[in-house]
């Protein structure tokens, strides 16, 4: 290693930025977890809370005659009355599910006032997925978005595939800087309409974000996702946008130009709680609407406590 290599390494922060090796080690403790369509009790997804999961989709085997104890469900009626006889059409589960996960890495992203950055939260979300989804036999694939690009990723049931997709996510990540100047921010519409490009039918679509920049064509694009698929929604979310404190002071830049925000000022104060607010109002709203699962995650606690919680699975975690 070079002298340079070592001193980025030394100054690397797990929790400002993540790195490949980072997201591969959360391989073991992924497999706590469950994304299948029976969930634990306590998990947001068992049903009780939002709509289940749908499960793998079914392949047609064959047609054959109609035995003693067969589901007269599965009788072809158009068959048995060309033939004379009752034919009963058979399916199996399919072996495998296609899941496409959409991982958020703009310029937004990188923020966090507790321990976290949004960003970081979201790249080890995403990675615990893409790993357990991998172990129960599901093909993984998934959209990498910033603000200039996205890294597209067909799903494939292959842990070399699995690692291509981590390593981008975590190359996005590593571009993420607070001098990065950024000419427009990227959309979170152009990640969705390319996951409907790719997402035909009974997939599951996994978004992690902080769902900046959402309008009403974000509605139709998730509803138009929904119709088909399974779409679970993972809001990342900062503790200082859901309670400001009294009379903070922050600055902000765009890479360029510098700007304080003085929240002493009740209506700038206002209108950023209005926004942050109304960003979630609508996310709750469409969640209940169209049956989107919706998972709340937080900079201020690890990306694995937290899914473990959500996920209904009661063990500590360390």
Request: glycine share 6%.
């Amino acid at each position: 290693m070079t002298k340079s290599a070592q001193t980025m390494a030394s100054q690397h922060d797990p929790r400002v930025h993540v790195d490949l090796r980072q997201l591969l080690r959360l391989a073991g403790p992924a497999r706590r977890l469950s994304l299948l369509p029976r969930q634990p009790a306590q998990s947001v997804l068992n049903g009780r809370h939002a709509s289940k999961l749908r499960g793998r989709g079914l392949n047609f085997e064959e047609l054959r005659n109609y035995f003693a104890g067969d589901d007269i469900r599965t009788i072809d009626w158009k068959v048995t009355a060309r033939t004379g006889e009752p034919h009963v059409r058979v399916y199996t589960e399919e072996r495998d599910r296609p899941a496409l996960l959409l991982v958020d890495q703009r310029m937004s992203m990188f923020f966090g006032s507790r321990v976290y950055m949004k960003s970081v939260i979201a790249a080890e979300a995403a990675a615990l997925a893409a790993h357990r989804l991998l172990a129960q036999g599901d093909r993984v694939g998934g959209l990498v978005f910033g603000d200039d690009a996205i890294a597209e990723h067909r799903p494939v049931r292959a842990p070399a595939a699995v690692n291509r997709f981590l390593a981008s996510v975590a190359d996005a990540n590593t571009r993420l800087h607070a001098t990065r100047a950024v000419p427009e921010p990227g959309s979170l519409n152009a990640a969705l309409k390319a996951a409907g490009r790719i997402a035909k039918t009974d997939y599951l679509v996994l978004v992690f974000s902080d769902f900046d920049t959402i309008d009403v064509q974000t509605e139709r694009l998730l509803r138009s996702l929904a119709q088909h698929n399974d779409v679970l929604l993972f809001c990342v979310s900062d503790p200082l946008a859901d309670a400001l404190p009294e009379g903070f002071r922050v600055a902000i830049s765009d890479g360029e130009l510098q700007a304080e925000i003085n929240g002493a000022d009740g209506k700038v104060r206002e209108r950023i709680e209005t926004v942050t607010r109304g960003r979630l109002a609508k996310l709750d709203h469409w969640s209940r609407k169209y049956g989107l699962p919706f998972l709340p995650l937080t900079t201020a606690r690890p990306a694995l406590e937290q899914l473990s919680h959500l996920l209904g699975q009661t063990r500590r975690t360390r």
